[in-house]
Antibody, heavy 122, light 108 residues
Framework: EVQLVESGGGVVQPGGSLRLSCVAS????????MLWVRQVPGKGLEWVSV????????YYADSVKGRFTVSRDNSKNSLLLQMNSLRTEDTAFYYC???????????????WGQGTLVIVSA | DIRMTQSPSSVSASIGDRVTITCRAS??????LAWYQQKPGKAPKLLIY???TLHTGVPSRFSGSGSGTDFTLTISSLQPEDFATYYC??????????FGQGTKVEIK
């Protein structure tokens, strides 16, 4: 059974940093790109970032480019999102997701974590 | 970036009704289109990928169609557990794989 468990959310001041983690199980982790999607409470889904299975390829939404860094540790089946220079508009639930079919830079998400809430507030 | 536009933004329907949601892409995306269902307080779930292929375990009352820029999600006979918000997502070529704004299916 595929499981994705996020952690690391919390309250941080504007300009601060936070690191999210997602631990995966139930599939061969390094065979799949992994993605981050966020959702402001009560609003729609926003695609954030993707990292290829070997970690060599990454891509970011314009809204987070230059501030967020995605990485992975395949030896620990873990996905990370380092978030710097946080803004109030980054407040959201952050979900990690597994790419469905193994495309280099992902695509559809067939399994999602439960989400972790990040609140950026003074 | 490719923009995805869903309509309607909300729909009121009764148990047993046929419900149709549309999604339009700003650029041609072939059949690189997925549909997700999200219930309050829960993560989204994949329903359909490649525009018309049902994900594992998804009931057959859900169906998808379309290609190019125009796509449709149909629920043939609405069940109580189908009241939720539905999102389309394009997965064409390169990221970002943008989502539509969502369609909330409510009880009439």
């Amino acid at each position: 059974e595929v499981q994705l468990v996020e952690s690391g959310g919390g309250v941080v001041q504007p300009g601060g940093s936070l690191r999210l983690s997602c631990v995966a199980s139930g599939f061969t982790f390094d065979d799949y790109a992994m993605l981050w999607v966020r959702q402001v409470p009560g609003k729609g889904l926003e695609w954030v970032s993707v990292i290829s299975g070997d970690g060599g390829g990454t891509y970011y939404a314009d809204s987070v480019k230059g501030r967020f860094t995605v990485s992975r540790d395949n030896s620990k089946n873990s996905l990370l999102l380092q978030m710097n220079s946080l803004r109030t508009e980054d407040t959201a639930f952050y979900y990690c997701g597994k790419d469905r079919e193994g495309r280099l830079l992902g695509g559809e998400i067939d399994y999602w974590g439960q989400g972790t809430l990040v609140i950026v507030s003074a | 970036d490719i923009r995805m536009t869903q309509s309607p933004s909300s729909v009121s329907a009764s148990i047993g009704d046929r419900v149709t949601i549309t999604c339009r892409a700003s650029h041609h995306i072939s059949n690189w289109l997925a549909w997700y269902q999200q219930k309050p307080g829960k993560a989204p779930k994949l329903l359909i990928y490649a525009a018309s292929t049902l994900h594992t375990g998804v009931p057959s009352r859900f169906s998808g169609s379309g290609s190019g820029t125009d796509f449709t999600l149909t629920i043939s006979s609405l069940q109580p557990e189908d009241f939720a918000t539905y999102y389309c997502q394009q997965a064409n070529n390169l990221p970002p794989y943008t989502f539509g704004q969502g369609t909330k299916v409510e009880i009439k």
